[in-house]
């Protein structure tokens, strides 16, 4: 059994564009195809998060001074094996709600763990384009992403808001689908694990104590 994240990456309360929040139904079907894996599985809701107005990042607080909600994501972040990162398309690029929620977290709570990327539009594409960044950024946190990526286009059409499968979806084809970035999921998860808890992790791996310019080059 591993204990995994998803991450909603939507806290949009507008409409038009319908439908309101298309990525909760999404997120809710990642959900479920785990807890049905028999993983321990977590959504993370940007929108049930209460992040401070200014943006403070939760590494830059005194030790335990952080406010508890960042406080409690971290611990969850730091005691997880691995990441699903679901995103719609904005402009082109991954969800700001998103990048805003993780970037509050250094890369030392995600390092040595896999992510597995999950965009979905209302339209054709799918969210393939902000996929593409997501990557750069994932890896930059350290939970990197595994190769099979999932792009959900009218994601109103295929999930209903449950997070099951529309009455008119081919859910066995969209299964086998989502079946290969999972399974990437699951294999990178237990191996990480596996070999954190055989051999920890590199003394190079440690977080600089002052400034990001302690990993330059000389
Ligand atoms: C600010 C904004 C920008 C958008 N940009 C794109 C886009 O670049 N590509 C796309 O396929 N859909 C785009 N859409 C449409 C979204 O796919 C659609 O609104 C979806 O429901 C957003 O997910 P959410 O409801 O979970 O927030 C955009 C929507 C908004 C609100």
């Not at 992040?51 to 960042?70: D, E, I, Q, T, V």
């Not at 965009?119 to 990197?144: P, V």
Request: glycine share 8%.
């Amino acid at each position: 059994m591993l204990n995994l994240l998803v991450f909603l990456g939507s806290a949009r309360d507008s409409a038009p564009p319908r439908p309101v929040r298309l990525g909760l139904r999404v997120a809710r079907q990642f959900e479920l195809q785990l807890i049905d894996k028999g993983h321990s599985v977590e959504l993370i809701d940007p929108l049930s998060i209460d992040l401070p107005a200014s943006f403070k990042p939760h590494f830059a607080y005194a030790k335990g001074a952080a406010p508890a909600a960042l406080g409690l994501l971290a611990e969850k972040i730091e005691a997880a094996d691995g990441y699903v990162m679901v995103s719609p398309e904005y402009n082109h690029s991954m969800s700001p709600a998103l990048a805003h929620l993780l970037n509050h977290f250094g890369s030392s709570l995600f390092s040595y763990k896999p992510s597995a990327i999950v965009t979905y539009s209302a339209g054709q594409w799918g969210g393939a384009r902000a996929a593409i960044g997501m990557r750069t950024f994932l890896s930059e946190l350290g939970c990197l992403p595994v190769s099979a990526m999932i792009h959900i286009p009218k994601a109103q059409e295929v999930l209903a808001e449950s997070g099951d499968f529309g009455a008119d979806t081919d859910a066995q084809s969209w299964q086998a689908y989502f079946g290969r970035a999972i399974a990437q999921l699951e294999w990178w998860a237990a191996a990480a694990r596996a070999q954190r808890e055989d051999v920890g992790l590199p003394a190079a791996a440690q977080a600089f104590r002052r400034d990001p310019s302690q990993r330059n080059a000389p």
